[in-house]
């Protein structure tokens, strides 16, 4: 039985993540998705908000858990058993990052093979961070986010652009 890890920061977990999760859970026996902390990072969505988001909409893949942690990626796959962490390749541009990622994981636990899967060409441009700028700018969101957190994604939003015009009004 072969478990593969997918982890990130999923703030919030995009169409691009989703496609990954549904071929690498087609691959692997079990795919043990994990939201990361990444201290440098100031989400919008807290690590708790993240959980469930990832967790509705994954939960028709039988195979696929879902977790967190704030371990490093190499001792939280040793912890959980598992020898393949995948990871999601778009343009040139993730592919450095990715090498140094996976050379780095592989000399911390020599047994861990990293599996890179292709970005969907439909996919192949989207982010996170891209999600969030459209939705800073109220644009629709159905070709870029899961359809079940859309709504708190935009909620997020409105409830930021109504602080900042109340700081506005208060100055
Ligand atoms: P991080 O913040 O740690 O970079 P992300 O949540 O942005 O994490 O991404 C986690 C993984 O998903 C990475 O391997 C990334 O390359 C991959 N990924 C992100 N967006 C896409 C996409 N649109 N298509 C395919 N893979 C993607």
């Known amino acids: 039985m072969i478990t593969a890890i997918y982890t990130g920061s999923f703030d919030p977990i995009t169409l691009g993540h989703l496609n990954m999760i549904k071929r690498a859970s087609r691959v692997f026996d079990k795919l043990i998705v994990c939201i990361m902390v990444n201290k440098d990072k100031k989400p919008l969505f807290t690590q708790e908000e993240r959980l469930r988001q990832v967790r509705l909409v994954t939960q028709r893949f039988p195979n696929v858990e879902v977790d967190q942690s704030d371990l490093l990626v190499a001792d ?3 912890l959980k058993g598992a020898k393949v962490v995948v990871r999601g390749l778009r343009a040139v541009s993730d592919y450095e990052k990715e090498c140094q990622m996976a050379l780095m994981n592989k000399r911390l636990y020599p047994e861990l093979e990293t599996f890179f899967l292709a970005a969907s060409e439909k996919y192949m441009y989207l982010s ?4 969030k700028e459209l939705a800073m700018f109220g ?3 159905s070709a870029f986010a899961p359809r079940e957190i859309i709504g708190e994604i935009e909620a997020k939003y409105k409830q930021e ?11």
């Open 161 to 171: 652009r109504t602080d900042t015009d109340h700081g506005k009004r208060d100055q």
């Open 139 to 141: 644009a629709d969101l």
């Open 76 to 78: 939280y796959a040793r």
């Open 128 to 131: 996170s961070s891209a999600v």
